[in-house]
């Protein structure tokens, strides 16, 4: 049971992230830039100085395994889960706002206003071609406290004793919190020049590129086998590795799965998956069984988002079972 606190924590560090101006600036513009002044630091963090050294070296999170899914795959392991709670969750909250208003690329669509995982899947329809994905393994436990306190040191200059508290109150076990808000955006920064390294590549070979978390994605006439290699190739240098049976190279024509969406000649469609466990849900609710409401609005939302007009039949099914039911 998490406290009152924790929830108005997170309510109100969710609160300002809304309200940020996302991707404001460039990367020399940001408060971290250059950064040297612990006085500074405690400001931008929320702490007083007095106590700076103790809450950023001494992190506090909770601790708890999440179970798999239901239907995931037989002897699939729980998820371990690092939670931020107290003033750590408010340090990240602060952290990830200032991180929000830096510029990022284009090929990023995660952590980034007006932009999702089928945004993501929508910048491939144009390209045609090939698809090529891969996925990088248990991204955020890779993403280490040398790679961290390598960006903001290297990075944006931060003084190296700056760097060391900020890499610390962001890390948990040596590695990026699997539960924090900071996660996603941290993940990329801490990987930006990896990433820009296959971008070039990518433009090289007129091949476009997105990234979603962990979830990298090439389309075009010139995305190969060939090129996955060369671009595991560029990730294994960064001390990371990708998952080999989530790589994948969709020939031309073919239907590609991207980001839980159905890149299909010149559309994105629902996948079957996901349409069938409506159907499912609305199947049960015709058959009198407890289900919520909640869990299908979700689910029809998401398929809004990806095939409006399949959504629309959905949402028309439902409005007649429930018709039905009332007639009954």
Request: hydrophobic share 40%; aromatic share 6%; charged share 25%.
């Amino acid at each position: 049971m998490k406290s009152l606190q924790h929830r108005v924590d997170k309510a109100a560090g969710r609160k300002r992230l809304r309200k940020n101006k996302s991707a404001r600036y460039p990367i020399e513009q940001s408060p971290f830039w250059g950064l040297a002044s612990i006085h500074t630091l405690a400001s931008l963090l929320g702490v007083p100085v007095k106590d700076l050294e103790a809450v950023c070296l001494s992190p506090a999170y909770n601790r708890f395994d999440e179970p798999p899914k239901p239907g995931a795959k037989p002897g699939k392991e729980p998820r371990h889960i690092q939670e931020p709670v107290d003033a750590t969750l408010r340090i990240h909250y602060r952290i990830v706002k200032h991180l929000d208003s830096i510029q990022r690329p284009d090929f990023l669509h995660s952590a980034t206003k007006q932009r999702s995982h089928v945004t993501n899947a929508r910048a491939h329809v144009d390209a045609g071609g090939a698809v090529v994905a891969m996925d990088i393994r248990k991204f955020y436990e890779s993403t280490t406290y040398h790679h961290v306190k390598a960006f903001f040191h290297r990075d944006l200059g931060c003084a190296l004793d700056v760097a060391r508290l900020l890499a610390t109150v962001c890390t948990a076990d040596g590695h990026l919190p699997t539960g924090s808000c900071i996660s996603p955006l941290l993940s990329y920064f801490a990987h930006r020049k990896m990433f820009a390294a296959v971008e070039a590549l990518c433009v090289e070979k007129q091949v476009t590129m997105t990234l979603y978390v962990d979830d990298l994605t090439l389309s075009g006439a010139h995305a190969t086998k060939t090129m996955l290699y060369q671009v595991k190739a560029l990730i294994k240098q960064q001390g990371l590795r990708t998952q080999p049976t989530k790589d994948a190279v969709v020939r031309p024509g073919k239907a590609a799965i991207i980001t839980g969406a159905v890149r299909d000649g010149q559309q994105i469609r629902l996948r079957n998956k996901h349409h069938n466990s409506i159907v499912t849900l609305q199947d049960r609710i015709a058959s009198g069984d407890d289900v919520s409401f909640n869990q299908l609005r979700g689910r029809v939302a998401a398929a809004q988002s990806v095939e409006p007009v399949a959504a629309a039949r959905l949402v028309a099914r439902l409005d007649r079972i429930l018709s039905n039911d009332k007639a009954a």
